[in-house]
């Protein structure tokens, strides 16, 4: 167990030790990032449990979103991965994954806030991103190349990305009535543009267009600032409706029990029945007369 620790001890200062100065900020930024998102989403996480009364989705969606971007960040740091004594095909096929699959919970939050027309695309979208999560993985374990496959991730990424902004810009010139866009969709847009700037030039160095460092997580936290201020205005505006309806069905307990009495009325003790019973011995008392 003591060997074991120093050879991760020794292999952890070698690599940092290679590092240049600009490299080892640069490491310091990714892990200082990666530790901000799993506690963003541990928070999340923790509030969509804890909160039942007025549980949102959202929070659950985002939470997962964040750890599974979290985790492929720290699987890119040469630092991180010589804690472990993991090779680095084993790396390479955790990233894979995690590129596959993460964009499920972002299209399921993105549907939670979108309005019913929209939603009829994002299905179709899911669904179509379901079966490439499921094509690449099971092309990762039949020993495809993941340089391939990365290759025609980027080009489902931009895909995806064109087929998004052109139903869009189609729905918006649509004929008939338009809705107006929530206040909460509007942040996400705008919060979405800011990260998929990052996001096409990472994809523009995977395919060797540009050259550069790669800063896609820069405008991830930017996104991900959206996503929790949708997330709490969701979550508390939930809140407030529900109080808002506890107040109302109290107000209507309070009216009707006002209105209804509240007890059962006792015939002997009511002063109509005292008067017929008195009518009624006086009637007798007609009857028999000789």
């Not at 900020?25 to 999340?44: C, F, K, N, Y």
């Not at 699987?75 to 790396?91: T, V, Y």
């Not at 096929?93 to 699959?101: F, L, M």
């Not at 094509?135 to 020993?143: D, E, K, M, T």
């Amino acid at each position: 167990m003591t060997d074991s620790s120093d050879t991760t001890a020794l292999l952890l200062v070698q690599t940092v030790a290679s590092f240049s100065r600009a490299e080892l900020r640069w490491e310091l930024a990714t892990i200082a990032a990666a530790v901000a998102l799993l506690s963003i989403a541990l928070a999340a996480i923790a509030l969509f449990c804890f909160r039942r009364g007025t549980r949102d989705l959202t929070l659950l969606y985002f939470g997962l979103f964040c750890i599974l971007y979290a985790v492929r960040l720290l699987a890119l740091l040469s630092s991180f991965r010589s804690l472990f004594n993991e090779s680095q095909m084993f790396w390479n096929y955790v990233n894979w994954v995690i590129t596959c699959t993460i964009i499920l919970p972002f299209g399921l939050f993105f549907y939670q806030i979108a309005d019913e027309h929209l939603r009829n695309f994002l299905r179709w979208l899911l669904a179509a991103q379901m079966v490439f999560a499921i094509f690449g993985i099971l092309a990762a374990s039949s020993r495809v190349s993941l340089v391939k496959l990365s290759f025609a991730n980027n080009f489902v990424v931009l895909a995806t990305l064109a087929a998004t902004a052109l139903f869009l810009v189609i729905s918006k010139w649509r004929p008939g009535p338009h809705q107006r866009l929530s206040h909460e969709f509007r942040v996400f847009i705008a919060a979405f543009l800011v990260w998929m700037l990052f996001v096409v030039h990472s994809n523009l160095l995977g395919l060797k267009i540009l050259t550069g460092q790669n800063v896609e997580f820069v405008g991830f936290l930017v996104f991900v600032a959206g996503l929790g201020y949708i997330s709490a205005y969701r979550t508390f505006g939930n809140e407030k409706r529900l109080i808002a309806i506890n107040k109302e069905l109290e107000i209507a307990r309070t009216i009707q029990s006002s209105t209804l009495p509240q007890s059962v009325p006792n015939p002997h003790r009511t002063p109509n029945c005292c008067a017929l019973r008195a009518h009624e011995r006086r009637r007798r008392g007609f009857l028999r007369f000789p």
